[in-house]
């Protein structure tokens, strides 16, 4: 079936830094690219997404490109703030399964 | 705006146990879904439901049993609680199906001793 792969945390970075969280998928077909993020003590929620070859999602500063010759969806920021600790997953709908499929997560923890 | 909840939001129980996890979102959205998030294995989907009385089994189904006998609610019970279900268990919904935006609710820590 098809898979999601992060880059392994955690990640800690000081404040302005950048930031680049890999993801790379395996798929059939071209799937939606999706990243939700997972704050502290809550549910996840989605940060951007992604829907064909080319296109950037974006939101809060941060961007992911959607590969199609790397499969990948890199998320990445400019500048980090201390706000943006917590835990990144990048997922992909599997069509053929028809469920959304999880990286394994990345913990980022952004020092002041 | 209440969105989707979950109750109870940290639970102990002991092995053979039955336990329901429940589920409740405002804003009747067709499709419910019951996540685990274990370390090392991201999110995975134990059982979803299309509508009130559907449901399917996801990735990791063996141990759970739900029901949906009305869109807003979705529970999910532990029949017989073992230690491997120890976990944090998130129910999402979306309005139209798997490819819409899922929105979560805050979770539930279960422990199984």
């Known amino acids: 079936g098809d898979s999601v792969t992060q880059m392994e945390g955690p990640v800690t970075l000081s404040e302005e830094a950048f930031l680049t969280i890999n993801c790379t998928y395996t798929?059939?077909?071209?799937?939606?690219l999706f990243w939700y993020v997972q704050y502290p003590g809550e549910g996840l929620q989605l940060l951007l997404k992604?829907?064909?070859?080319?296109d950037k999602g974006s939101n809060k500063g941060f961007e992911a490109t959607y590969r199609k010759e790397t499969t990948s969806f890199h998320l990445e920021k400019g500048s980090v703030q201390v706000s943006d600790s917590a835990v990144y997953f990048c997922?992909?709908?599997?069509?053929?399964?028809?469920?959304?499929?999880f990286g394994q997560g990345t913990r980022l923890t952004i020092n002041p | 705006d209440a969105g989707i909840t979950q109750s109870p939001r940290y639970k102990i129980t002991e092995t053979g146990r039955q336990v329901t996890l429940m589920c409740h979102q405002t804003?009747?959205?067709?499709?419910m879904f019951w996540y685990r998030q274990d370390l090392g294995h991201g999110l995975r989907l134990i059982y979803y439901?299309?509508?009130?009385?559907?449901?399917d089994k996801g990735e990791v189904p063996d141990g759970y049993v739900v029901s949906r006998s009305k869109t807003e609610n979705f529970p999910l019970t532990l029949e017989s609680a073992t230690r491997s279900q120890t976990s944090v268990y998130f129910c999402?919904?979306?309005?139209?199906?798997?490819?819409?935006?899922?929105?979560f609710g805050p979770g539930t820590r279960l422990t199984v001793l």
């Open positions: 999402a919904s979306t309005l139209t199906g798997v490819g819409d935006t899922q929105y």
């Open positions: 798929a059939t077909g071209y799937p939606s």
């Open positions: 992604a829907t064909k070859a080319d």
């Open positions: 997922a992909l709908i599997d069509q053929g399964a028809q469920k959304l499929v």
């Open positions: 804003w009747s959205h067709s499709y």
């Open positions: 439901s299309a509508a009130a009385d559907i449901t």
